[in-house]
């Protein structure tokens, strides 16, 4: 078993006072405070040497990437979140806007992505390696701002992994297609084994808690140092509720990551 930690000091949105409204969805270099050339090789050395030299204990960086605006976006900011947790979100939608299930990104959440990869596309300029994995959610939009993400960029499969969804029950939004739809739709993906055909953890009279999120957030965290011990670099793409659920595992405050926003974060896994 490990116990996890973020570490700070890397990354502008690594401070306690880090506003993502003035630092940005996409800052500069990730929000990477070293801004000399030789930034990606300093740190990828530091992250070696930690791992060289500190027994019992892991170093990695993971990069959270937030899905762009999706229709359900849209329906919260029509509405104001109140009446859209109260009311709206447990429809499929509202006859201008459809929602529910599991809706897709819009133009502008295509367009967020389209701006994290010309991002990605500057820092591997910048000697920035690229991710030894990428996971992300099953969820249509999240699909969707990976594959616009790493276009040009990696040749990786990414893996959809069951717990990095969103936090589920009550909104249309956050219930999942089958895994023949991720399958057929996302051939460049590969699903993982044992994620089953229907969803069987959305209910439509509860909402999960925060507290369950932050379990399932531990599940991947778990694997990405389990699993892929000699991965350096790990690339999520996920949601605001469960990033927050990493976040919470990593004993670090809420950050309220705006849509298709990158979220870098050094993490130190302890075996206990």
């Known amino acids: 078993m490990f116990s996890y930690q973020a570490l700070p000091g890397y990354f502008a949105q690594d401070k306690p006072q880090a506003n993502p409204g003035v630092i940005g969805a996409v800052p500069a270099r990730f929000g990477l405070l070293d801004a000399s050339d030789a930034r990606w090789t300093d740190l990828i050395a530091e992250l070696r040497d930690l791992n060289a030299k500190t027994e019992n204990a892991y170093y990695k960086l993971v990069l959270f990437g937030r899905h762009g605006q999706g229709y359900h976006n849209v329906a919260e900011e029509k509405y104001g979140t109140q009446a859209w947790d109260d009311y709206w979100a447990k429809l499929d939608g509202d006859g201008e806007l459809t929602?529910?299930?599991?809706?897709?990104?819009?133009?502008?959440?295509?367009?967020?992505?389209?701006?994290?990869?010309?991002?990605?596309?500057?820092?591997?300029?910048?000697?920035?390696p690229l991710?030894?994995?990428?996971?992300?959610?099953?969820?249509?939009?999240?699909?969707?701002?990976?594959?616009?993400?790493?276009?040009?960029?990696?040749?990786?499969?990414?893996?959809?992994?069951?717990?990095?969804?969103?936090e589920y029950g009550e909104h249309a939004c956050d219930k999942r297609r089958t895994?023949?739809?991720?399958?057929?739709?996302?051939?460049?993906?590969?699903?993982?084994?044992?994620?089953?055909?229907?969803?069987?953890?959305?209910?439509?009279?509860?909402?999960?808690?925060?507290?369950?999120?932050?379990?399932?957030?531990?599940?991947?965290?778990?694997?990405?140092?389990?699993d892929d011990a000699e991965a350096l670099f790990v690339s999520v793409t996920a949601h605001g509720g469960i990033i927050n659920g990493f976040l919470r595992a990593l004993g670090r405050p809420k950050y309220p990551l705006p849509t298709g926003g990158v979220l870098p974060v050094v993490v130190k896994a302890t075996v206990v």
């Open 99 to 128: 929602w529910g299930p599991d809706p897709e990104l819009t133009a502008v959440g295509k367009e967020q992505a389209a701006s994290v990869n010309e991002a990605w596309k500057a820092e591997v300029h910048a000697h920035m």
């Open 131 to 166: 991710p030894d994995r990428l996971y992300c959610s099953p969820m249509t939009r999240a699909l969707q701002t990976n594959a616009i993400t790493f276009v040009d960029v990696s040749r990786a499969r990414p893996v959809i992994l069951e717990n990095c969804r969103e």
């Open 179 to 226: 895994r023949t739809y991720l399958r057929d739709t996302f051939p460049h993906f590969d699903v993982e084994a044992g994620l089953a055909e229907e969803d069987e953890l959305w209910d439509a009279a509860a909402r999960e808690t925060a507290e369950h999120a932050s379990a399932r957030a531990r599940t991947v965290l778990d694997r990405i140092f389990r």
